[in-house]
């Protein structure tokens, strides 16, 4: 099974498809897709480690990706999909730059990234490509918080960066010990309800979610 | 040190089911006197021993203790000025006893979770705790306070600014425990104590790499331009005791990550890399800092940006390094965790007497209420780096830190930006002050019933008994530097190791 693993370079396929998933963000019109995506993004990540625990048998690795399915791949898309049925929002993600150059700008942050980091400071292990992806998922994820108008797109692109961050931190000492990850995964969690609740509370007061109507606070 | 950190989380607890806004109000202040006193024997032991429970995970030493200090006196400043403050609140119909109920239990969770971040020796924990401290303090200024939509624009930037910020700081932080693992392997390779005693085996390319990016994260928390822009913001809309408390110390908090960095980066790449970064964001800082105290025409902002400039200095002072620059940025450190509180606490008295935060609508506070016009006239005097206040001494040892390395151009931008500064606090607070009262006749003073008759409560002497206090300190350091002071900071300069 393992020599199975690596003759067919799984993890490249699955940091591949980790990698996708966030471009794939650059071009999805309804909230309700990119919350989706975020899951698959997710499930995607929860898989590969489970996978590298495989190899490398470590069972605070099994415990991570245990965690993270059932953190990120569940109870957070759950909170997102009540978040927006509960302020009802249009249903589009309005971006202010088009699809079309926003997954321009994409490919090209992803290209850099690979530029930069060709001559590999850091080679640890199980496969030479997920550090260049896991800082292109944060790049992208930081791109999606700029252009997008709505209050709950932001905090999606929020989330990818932060598994883009698990991705690179796993990708360079296969993960911290279990109650770190643990307590930097309840911070997150509580990070988006918060975030959640305010999303709610601005739509209240301001009757909108685009964010462009909070620019009362300057200079 | 476990009972230190279980104390606010019970206080918390306790706040929160409690259901007479009176009763809360006292039971906070009587947790956070409680917390002063556990905590006092535990910072004077540690100063002279280090302490290390928990495997190693939590430690204590005089620098942890140096910072606890100001957490616990600024919490127990602010717990004993909020009872004041929520009742003219709670009169005024801005918020209900829901909401007391909610402030107090996350004040004190607040102090909890800045408790931690001093104690932490293991790097990700401390990391955890900063965001912590986020997340805590965000509702403190968005929610539970009616009529007050800024603060939730406020709190939104905040909360997705120092998010983004703090997740570079923990790449950062990925990046140093790789760098670690290399050399000793899993075991203890986060902790602190133990990254400090093979810090100059660590690779210098790596640490770079995780300086910068710590540097990004924890400076954005930390207040530093360019990436200050929450600050203003979140200052200036929260409640005047919060803002006490996060111009005061949680700022200082997030310094104190940099701080530890710092120490365990430097033996491997060499103290100019470290000390040029730092001497950079402190420049800008106190340059865009004083550009907007300038033309700000509102004066919790003013003190927001002041506080910009004010974390600039420190990051100048530990920029320079040498027992002087260092000695110097500690000692800021404690001066502004005084006067910056003393500010707060005093314009929050002044916006519910005028019903404004524009200077404009504040005239002669002085003359109307002339105690509070003297605190706050102390308090502008200090910030503005006035001779022979707390704050003056501590510029001038950082300034002096520069002259003896010979940082010229430094030395000159500092001081061109501090003659900046200080004209635009002193002309700020100097309209607020000495202008005729005359003129604020249309001021909304109608807003505020009964405020003359209340002024002899309790709850109003207790907060003008705080700032009174805090005044009495801000002169007395202003002349001379307490030994139990001096050694403290001593101690802390050995201990970051940076010569």
């Known amino acids: ?219 | 040190m476990i009972t230190i950190l279980l104390i606010p989380i019970i206080t918390s607890g306790l706040c929160y089911m409690l259901k007479n806004h009176r009763l809360i109000g006292y039971l906070s202040l009587a947790g956070a006197i409680v917390l002063s006193f556990f905590s006092i024997p535990a910072i004077m032991s540690s100063i002279s021993s280090p302490v290390e429970i928990l495997n190693g995970m939590l430690y204590m030493d005089a620098l942890s203790g140096y910072i606890m200090a100001l957490i616990v006196f600024l919490g127990l400043a602010s717990a004993t000025y909020s009872i004041g403050y929520l009742e003219h609140e709670l009169r005024g119909g801005l918020i209900n006893i829901t909401g007391i109920r909610r402030y107090y239990a996350l004040l004190h969770l607040f102090i909890f979770t800045m408790l931690i971040v001093t104690v932490s020796n293991n790097l990700a924990l401390m990391w955890i705790a900063i965001e912590a401290t986020t997340i805590v303090s965000a509702i403190l200024i968005g929610l539970g306070f009616t009529k007050r939509e800024l603060a939730i624009e406020a709190a939104w930037k905040y909360i997705i600014l120092c998010t983004v910020g703090i997740t570079f700081a923990l790449l950062g932080t990925f990046i140093a425990y790789y760098a670690s693992i290399a050399v000793i392997g899993t075991e203890g390779a986060l902790n602190w104590t133990v990254l400090i005693g093979i810090a100059n085996r660590l690779n210098p390319s790596t640490m770079k790499l995780a300086f910068i990016f710590v540097l990004v994260g924890y400076g954005t928390k930390a207040g530093l331009a360019p990436v200050h822009n929450w600050l203003p913001d979140a200052h200036s809309q929260a409640p005047s005791p919060i803002s006490a408390l996060l111009s005061g110390i949680l700022l200082n908090t997030a310094f104190y990550g940099i701080m530890r960095f710092v120490s365990i980066v430097e033996p491997s790449t060499g103290s100019v890399f470290t000390g040029n970064l730092l001497v950079i964001f402190g420049i800008i800082s106190i340059g865009i800092s004083s550009i907007f105290i300038l033309v700000q025409d509102n004066y919790k902002r003013l003190l927001a940006y002041s506080s910009i400039e004010h974390m600039g200095i420190i990051s100048l002072g530990i920029g320079i390094g040498g027992p002087v620059g260092i000695y110097g940025a500690l000692l800021h450190v404690l001066n502004h965790a005084l006067s910056k509180p003393l500010m707060f606490f005093a314009s929050g008295k002044i916006q519910s007497h005028y019903g404004s935060t524009r200077i404009e609508n504040v005239n002669g506070v002085l003359s109307s209420i002339p105690l509070l016009g003297i605190l706050t006239f102390i308090g502008a005097l200090s910030l503005s780096g006035t001779p022979p206040f707390n704050i003056f001494l501590s510029e001038f040892t950082i300034l002096k830190a520069g002259v003896d390395k010979g940082m010229w151009l430094m030395v000159g931008l500092f001081l061109f930006f501090a003659v900046i500064v200080s004209y635009g606090i002193l002309s700020g607070f100097g309209k607020m002050l000495f202008n005729s009262p005359q003129s604020s006749v249309q001021s909304p003073q109608s807003l505020t019933p009964g405020l003359l008759t209340a002024n002899r409560r309790l709850p109003d002497l207790f907060s003008n008994a705080i700032m009174i206090t805090i005044a009495i300190f801000i002169i007395v350091l202003g002349f001379t530097i307490p030994d139990f002071i001096d050694s403290t900071i001593k101690e802390c300069i050995k201990i970051l190791g940076i010569l």
């Open chain 1, 1 to 219: 099974m393992k020599n199975w693993i690596q003759v067919f370079s799984v993890i490249d396929f699955i940091s591949v498809g980790i990698l996708l998933t966030a471009i794939a963000m650059n071009a999805l019109k309804r909230i309700e897709s990119c919350i989706k995506d975020y899951t698959f993004n997710s499930l995607l990540l929860s898989l590969l480690i489970a996978i590298v625990a495989f190899m490398v048998e470590e069972t605070h690795l099994y415990i991570a990706s245990i965690v993270t399915l059932l953190s990120k791949g569940l109870l957070i898309p759950m909170f997102l999909r009540k978040i927006v049925r509960q302020m009802k929002v249009t249903h589009d993600a309005e971006p202010y730059i088009s699809n079309a150059l926003s997954l321009t700008i994409s490919g090209i942050l992803v290209a850099v990234v690979y530029a930069s980091l060709k001559e590999g400071i850091f080679v640890t292990g199980f496969s030479k490509n997920v550090l260049q992806i896991s800082i292109a998922v944060i790049l992208i994820g930081l791109f999606i918080m700029i252009t997008r108008r709505k209050a709950v797109t932001q905090v999606i692109g929020l989330l990818f960066m932060e598994n883009g961050l698990f991705l690179a931190g796993f990708s360079l000492t296969f993960g911290m010990p279990t109650i770190i990850e643990l307590g930097v995964l309840f911070d997150m969690l509580m990070g988006v309800i918060i975030l959640g609740i305010f999303a709610v509370q601005i739509k209240r007061y301001f009757a909108s979610a685009d964010l462009d109507k909070l620019t009362i606070l300057k200079g």
